[in-house]
């Protein structure tokens, strides 16, 4: 931002890893005045907070989005208010499953000024332990309100043309003592939303599955509700999707459920061999759910009947509740195209010079996320190397992606690594952000150092099939990528196994 700017007050919505490294950048900046950082939940961690008890299991919805299902709380008309608690599902629970571990390298994953207890891979309470220890290692636990829901972002129209637009939060705590929801206002003059995108499931509309769930409750569910193959045992399952979960799931309830467990694939992925591991089946994707039998009908033509559950792994969508479309001027996230709307950068937003989102592509996720973080600390401070490129450019910048990403059969907001796409994405940041102060104020983005790219390269949870453990395998080498659900985690108590070549598709797992 180039002058003067105004910015002095800054909001962070989510205190999970995104927006732990954005408070420790705005922190370390040592400009501004008021830094807070709202988290819903009752400690920081996002989504590698566990819950062990995840229901209720809610009722599967084929096709609706969170618009449809993760609307926004009735506001009282007064604030402040205090009311009776909440009760409508705010998809607050992780999808956190038992045996979860992270399946990036720790060097790769963690912050640059702080490493994992362990690695290369740890199981899920360790960046649950991690993140939220950051915030006490860089005294920004003090910026937390927990139990606390944005539940409404509205921009303040500037009073004059050369003032920065402001926001208007509306917040809502909940006080276990009391057992009561404290509502109030408070307003800043940026805001960053830091807040995950895995926590609104989605299962796609199947013909017949609204009427199947209602013949058969329960029987269909979601792949965030999943914790253990022990409720499972000695029944017939089936899964739908073989991204990371869909993978996972499968090879874990082999152990439990009744032999064969079935698995619905659109696509072979990158994990799978010529044929599948015993006592698992695959199957093609389902063309028909019959409620009258309980019959499921895949596009071959072929059926399964008596199946006791049938398990989505198909992924979330982003939910911005909070997001009020009306005052700021459309939607927020662009459903039909899986983007954010008029974004640059996969960051910034377009016509709000003071907002921006931290974590949502998929990259290297946690240290991803610092090179966002480190560059909007300096932009938001005035102290950014280059401005942001004009209206104009941000535009043809968007339109351009989204016209590549279509033909390429990509999602928009997922970048390559092999292409150098993940090089020049945070390179972006790295121009932005420069240099911090002579007196050492502000943090600069991280090197991405040979030892990480390494890792990265060479480095893996588990070998693909047909390939021993120096990569030097027989079979033919997979191009394919499947996007997976959600980021940088993975199950399974595999060894780890080091390449000794590099491979295609490096980040599709993420």
Avoid at 358 to 373: D, K
Wanted: aromatic share 12%; proline share 8%.
């Amino acid at each position: 931002m180039s002058g003067e700017t105004k910015i002095k007050s800054v909001a962070v919505v989510g205190a999970g890893a995104a927006g732990a490294i954005t408070a420790a950048a705005l922190k370390a900046e040592n400009y501004f005045e008021r830094i807070r950082v709202f988290e819903r939940r009752e400690t920081p961690g996002g989504t590698w907070i566990y819950d062990s008890d995840p229901k209720p299991g809610l009722k599967v919805q084929p096709g609706k989005l969170p618009l449809d299902i993760d609307p926004p709380l009735e506001i009282p008309r007064e604030l402040p208010q205090v009311t009776t608690p909440n009760e409508q599902e705010r998809f607050s629970k992780t999808p956190i499953y038992n045996s979860l571990t992270t399946n990036v390298p720790d060097i790769a994953m963690c912050f640059s000024d702080r490493r994992f207890a362990y690695g290369p891979f740890a199981p899920h309470y360790i960046p649950r332990q991690y993140v939220e220890s950051y915030f006490s290692f860089h005294g920004t636990d003090s910026l937390l309100s927990l139990n606390t829901t944005v539940e409404d972002v509205s921009r303040l129209t500037p009073t004059s043309e050369d003032e920065l637009e402001r926001w208007k939060l509306t917040l809502r705590k909940y006080d276990a003592a009391r057992h009561v929801d404290i509502w109030w206002e408070e307003e800043f003059d940026a805001v960053v939303l830091a807040n995950g995108h895995y926590s609104v499931p989605y299962v796609p509309q199947v013909k017949g599955l609204e009427e199947y769930t209602a013949k058969f409750p329960g029987r269909v569910q979601h792949s965030k509700y999943y914790r253990s193959p022990l409720p499972y045992a000695a029944k017939k399952v089936l899964i739908i999707g073989n991204s990371a979960s869909g993978h996972d799931l499968t090879a874990e309830l082999a152990s439990a459920a009744a032999l064969p467990v079935y698995q619905s694939r659109r696509t072979k992925s990158r994990w799978d061999g010529e044929t599948p591991p015993p006592g698992i089946a695959w199957k093609p994707i389902v063309k028909e759910y019959v409620p009258e039998t309980g019959r499921v009908v895949f596009a071959d033509g072929t059926h399964l009947d008596g199946v006791d559950a049938v398990i989505y792994c198909t992924g979330y969508k982003p939910s911005f509740p909070f997001w009020n479309g009306g005052a700021n001027g459309g939607p927020l996230f662009d459903y039909a195209s899986g983007k954010l709307a008029r974004n640059y950068w996969h960051t910034f937003v377009r016509g709000h010079p003071t907002l921006a989102v931290v974590g949502l592509p998929r990259v290297l996720t946690f240290r991803s996320f610092e090179y966002q973080a480190v560059a909007l600390a300096r932009l938001f401070a005035g102290r950014n190397a280059v401005p942001l490129p004009p209206a104009a450019e941000q535009e043809r910048w968007e339109r351009e992606r989204l016209d590549k990403t279509r033909r390429e059969g990509r999602k928009f907001h997922d970048i390559d690594w092999e292409t150098g796409e993940t090089f020049e994405w945070l390179q972006g940041f790295f121009r932005i952000a420069g240099l911090g102060t002579l007196k050492g104020e502000g943090r600069i983005p991280p090197a991405l150092t040979e030892e990480l790219i390494w890792a990265v390269e060479h480095i893996r949870k588990y070998p693909e099939p047909g390939k021993g453990k120096d990569g030097d395998g027989g079979g033919k080498e997979s191009d394919g990528a499947v996007s997976t659900e959600y980021d940088q985690t993975d199950s399974g108590d595999r060894e780890w196994v080091l390449v000794e070549r590099q491979r295609k598709d490096l980040l599709a797992f993420i």
